[in-house]
């Protein structure tokens, strides 16, 4: 496999608070690579230089092999780089249908509100979408209806509609109930790789992470402090202690 995204000697600073503190990474198409780690690790600031809405202080970020600093975040969605926000950025008074045409207008460059679903080009669409993430059922709710799952995965799905490649979700479960965790990333991964989408999650549930992702890289005061596949990055002593929170060889799903 080669690397779809390549970061070398991410730097940046907030006040004297280095968020990131040279951040080197590849991801390798078509893998899933789980980004751990504290809060207020630099885990998000990764993603916002990774997707043009923060530009490094220094360091080099290139994707399919060209340089993407210094671009703006419409210039990298157009390059394949999709991403989905910590909190999602649904039109909640509109409806789940309506905001997922919104976004397959969007990719055609159509930014009005109101005509996407005059188009039944882009309705189809949408509902084609929206059948792929198992939410047909709740087209017609209200996006501020939802619950936090099917809010997410409208978020995510909204993302999709721009047709990425690589795809950077910044925490597609927080604030999901533990119940419905591993239903939503089932259904986002299967979506992903039927489509090809190499993806990027955050992520702070250890078996959500264990089970789907490829690779984990774990995130310490803007540096990656490891970086391997889920058994041996969840089960090194240091990562449970620091991250995880687990005393080494203490039982945890993580560890299966
Ligand atoms: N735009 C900004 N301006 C000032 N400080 C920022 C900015 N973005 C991030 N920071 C700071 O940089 C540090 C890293 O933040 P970041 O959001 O990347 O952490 P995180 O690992 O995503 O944490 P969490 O798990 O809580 O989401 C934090 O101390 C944060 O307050
Ligand atoms: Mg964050």
Do not use: C
Request: charged fraction near 20%; hydrophobic fraction near 45%.
């Amino acid at each position: 496999m080669s690397a779809l995204l390549s970061a070398r000697g991410l730097k940046i600073a907030f006040g004297g608070l280095k968020a990131a503190d040279g951040v080197d990474l590849d991801v390798d198409d078509g893998e899933f690579l789980a980004i751990i780690g504290p809060n207020g690790a630099g885990k998000t600031t990764f993603i916002n230089m990774a997707t043009g809405y923060l530009r490094p202080q220094a360091g080099k970020i290139s994707y399919a092999g060209r340089n993407i600093l210094g671009m703006t975040p419409r210039q990298i969605v157009r390059l394949g780089i999709g991403r989905s926000f910590q909190l999602p950025q649904l039109f909640t008074e509109h409806t789940v249908l309506e905001n997922a045409a919104l976004a397959v207008a969007a990719r055609d460059g159509i930014w009005s509100p109101f005509s996407p679903l005059l188009r039944p080009r882009f309705k189809q669409e949408a509902e084609e979408l929206l059948d792929r993430f198992g939410l047909l059922s709740q087209a017609g709710q209200r996006a501020n209806a939802l619950n936090e799952g099917a809010r997410k995965l409208t978020d995510i799905a909204m993302a999709v509609a721009l047709r990425p490649r690589l795809l950077l979700m910044d925490e597609p479960t927080s604030g999901v109930a533990s119940s419905d965790k591993m239903a939503v990333v089932e259904v986002l991964a299967r979506v992903l790789r039927q489509s090809g989408v190499t993806a990027v999650f955050v992520e702070h549930d250890m078996e959500v992470v264990a089970r789907f992702a490829d690779r984990v890289a774990v995130w310490g005061q803007g540096r990656i402090t490891a970086l391997g596949p889920p058994d041996q990055v969840l089960n090194d002593p240091d990562v449970r202690r620091e991250v995880i929170g687990l005393a080494p060889g203490e039982a945890s799903h993580a560890a299966a």
